[in-house]
């Protein structure tokens, strides 16, 4: 059974390859002329955390393919009173054809596969966001083309996107700057095995300069909102600013898997200037996600 937890889990000509079909499935939005899929498939979507992008983009790309999405929030199932997440799979390959898996740790999203007998995605846990990279490479794609021998800067927190970014930079040949501070690096497994295409940057500064892509995110991530004070001060020196955008390529890209927070991890400048496409980067997630649904499916049928 083929999964998507991690950017892993494609080889990079499948990755390529759905972002190709998602530029398709971009084009038929365009034009209003949608395929669906050739049957009404269901996913059952679990969200533990917050969600505006990945769950309208599920529900409206399930919809959009002839199928139908069922969100469950752990208040209303019983995995919020403990039913454990393996007879969750089990129960839920016996009703649908596919799960989406919004999570806090990445275990969570690893048994749920390990049980499951149809596909699971990982909507985001807190070491990877497959799913936005989908979208952040079909838009580069869209707005630039190849990103393999490019350079993107990431800075701020070496959060879950820092991680996927990292995977993402190994799986298709791209170069990645990280600037953050010493006490928020991203996982050290993930940047070890990462090595050859990520490496540490001095200053954000440093990251910057000549970059074809700058992409930052929140300094406080889903379940850290009690450090989001402290997170501030130290920071500061991480924000995107017209002064780093300045450093970058002059035709260098700003992305932002968003919500953002003007004036924090971005200035509103630089989340509205002409280098940033952080709405298509947002509008990208349902034409990357109906690619990779289709390729699930498709693979699960065999
Ligand atoms: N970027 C992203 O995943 O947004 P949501 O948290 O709104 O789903
Ligand atoms: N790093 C952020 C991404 C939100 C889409 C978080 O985990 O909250």
């Known amino acids: 059974m083929r999964h998507y937890l991690s950017e892993f889990d494609l080889t990079k000509e499948e990755f390529l390859n759905l972002v190709e079909r998602g530029r398709e499935y971009r084009a038929q939005w365009e034009s209003g002329a949608l395929e669906t899929l050739d049957k009404p498939y269901t996913m059952a979507m679990i969200f533990e955390k917050s969600s505006t992008r990945t769950r309208v983009s599920f ?7 002839g199928g139908h999405a069922i969100n469950l929030s752990p208040r209303d199932t019983q995995l919020g009173r403990g039913e454990p997440v393996e007879d969750t799979a089990r129960v839920l390959s016996q009703m649908v054809d596919i799960i989406m ?23 985001l846990t807190d070491l990877l966001h497959p799913c936005q990279m989908l ?6 794609a869209e707005r630039v083309g190849d990103i393999e021998g490019k ?3 990431w800075i701020g927190d070496g959060n879950n996107m820092c991680n996927s970014y990292i995977n993402t930079a190994n799986l298709l040949g791209f170069d990645l700057r990280i600037a953050c501070p010493d006490e928020h690096q ?26 074809h892509l700058v992409v930052t995110d ?21 924000q995107v600013n017209e002064e780093i955008m300045a450093l970058a390529d002059p035709d260098a890209l700003f992305m932002h898997c968003l919500p953002a927070h003007r ?25 990357a996600q109906k690619a990779l649904i289709e390729f699930l499916l498709n693979a699960a049928e065999g």
């Open 101 to 123: 898996l919004r999570t806090f740790s990445h275990d969570i999203v690893e048994r749920m596969a390990e049980s499951a007998t149809i596909p699971v995605i990982n909507g």
């Open 151 to 153: 350079t993107v800067a």
């Open 218 to 238: 929140v300094w406080a991530s889903m379940g850290q909102e009690d450090e989001q004070a402290a997170r501030e001060l130290l920071f500061k020196p991480y």
């Open 135 to 140: 979208a952040d490479m079909h838009t580069f």
């Open 59 to 65: 529900e409206a790309g399930m919809a959009q393919l």
């Open 186 to 211: 991203p996982d050290e497994v993930i940047l070890e095995r990462g090595a050859a295409r990520a490496t540490l940057a001095e200053s954000a500064q440093a990251a910057a300069e000549g970059a």
């Open 263 to 287: 004036g924090e991890e971005v200035s509103e400048e630089v989340l509205e200037g002409p280098q940033s496409v952080v709405w298509d980067e947002a509008g990208n997630r349902l034409h």
